[in-house]
Nanobody
Framework: QVQLVESGGGLVQAGGSLRLSCTAS????????MGWFRQAPGKEREVVSS????????YYADSVKGRFTISRENPKNTLYLQMSSLKPEDTAMYYC?????????????????WGQGTQVTVSS
């Protein structure tokens, strides 16, 4: 049974930083491209960032480029999202997801497995 468990969310002031983690089990982690998505209240879920199986290529949404960094530690089955210079508009539930193919993906439909999410709240 595949499980993705996010952690590291919380309440932070604008300009602050947080690091999210996503620990995977039930799959061969380095076989899966991974991604981070977020959903704010009243809005649709959107891609934040994604990374290839090896970590050699990454994608960032324009809204987070230069502020967020995605990375992965395959021996630890863990995906990370380092978030800096946080803004109130970054407030959302953040989800990690695993895709089943080879490549770099940014569409929700490309992802097969999803975590339950971790809440990030940025106060102004």
């Amino acid at each position: 049974q595949v499980q993705l468990v996010e952690s590291g969310g919380g309440l932070v002031q604008a300009g602050g930083s947080l690091r999210l983690s996503c620990t995977a089990s039930g799959l061969t982690f380095d076989d899966y491209p991974m991604g981070w998505f977020r959903q704010a209240p009243g809005k649709e879920r959107e891609v934040v960032s994604s990374i290839t199986r090896s970590g050699g290529a990454t994608y960032y949404a324009d809204s987070v480029k230069g502020r967020f960094t995605i990375s992965r530690e395959n021996p630890k089955n863990t995906l990370y999202l380092q978030m800096s210079s946080l803004k109130p508009e970054d407030t959302a539930m953040y989800y990690c997801a695993a895709a089943k193919d080879y490549g770099l993906f940014y569409k929700q439909s490309d992802y097969t497995y999803w975590g339950q999410g971790t809440q990030v709240t940025v106060s102004s």
